[in-house]
């Protein structure tokens, strides 16, 4: 059950396949009066489509999938939490809010630690700097493992204030509960996240990320 899991989250994190926060789930309920014909049983309509995109695996993408989940390897949490938030924008936009910008706050921890190990216990015990602080001026000092050009290219100012307006939101709808932004800005937020994790992704060595970044932001870290 472990490796089925991990193979498939680590497949869709490797492919940034847009499927389901939880792949692996039941078909549902159905019944039958003569154990022939089966039917489900009633359910909600939901108003809106999100189109799931599973494909095709290259030999070479297999590979080191097979390679990944040997190692122990798993979808990063700031993923799992990305599917998460954007699974529940429609219903529950608070809580995609809360979720996304928690993503960000884990992918980034969790690139530091990676990066340099002995920060861990300071990370999981010493309160943090604003998320946006620690990616314009603490980013760019560490020792990544993939660069752009030759150096850590500063996060584009653009991607940094979608992600501070998603910050300022989030500190509203969690402390004061506060709901100020449309269903179109937290899907401008959430985009920003889903930028910044697979930039986190690139810097802690995983060279392929790189292409999952909108081309508009590609764009602006290359040049």
Known sequence: SDYARRTVNVLRWRCAWKVPHDPVSSR?????????????????VIAYLDMSSWGRVSDEVRG????MVKKGLNEPTGHE???EAWEQRHQN??????????ATEVGFKQLVSTLVP???????NVPSPPLTKMLRE??????????IRGTVSPLPDILLKVLEDGVNLRNRAAHIGQMTFTYEKLDEILLAVRDLLWILDYYS?????LNEV??????????
């Not at 936009?93 to 928690?102: H, Q, V, W």
């Not at 002995?118 to 999981?124: D, G, K, S």
């Not at 603490?138 to 660069?147: A, F, I, S, T, W």
Request: charged share 25%; proline share 8%.
């Open 118 to 124: 002995e920060t861990l216990w300071l990370i999981e």
């Open 64 to 67: 080191e999938i097979e390679i």
């Open 81 to 83: 939490l990305f599917r």
């Open 28 to 44: 549902g309920m159905m019944w039958s009066f003569d154990k022939q014909t089966w039917k489900f049983m009633p359910h909600g």
């Open 138 to 147: 603490y980013l760019p000092n560490l020792p990544v493992k993939c660069k």
């Open 205 to 209: 060595g995983m060279n392929w990320a």
């Open 214 to 223: 909108r081309p508009e932001i590609r764009r602006i870290l290359e040049s």
């Open 93 to 102: 936009p608070r809580s995609a809010l809360i979720i996304g910008i928690a």
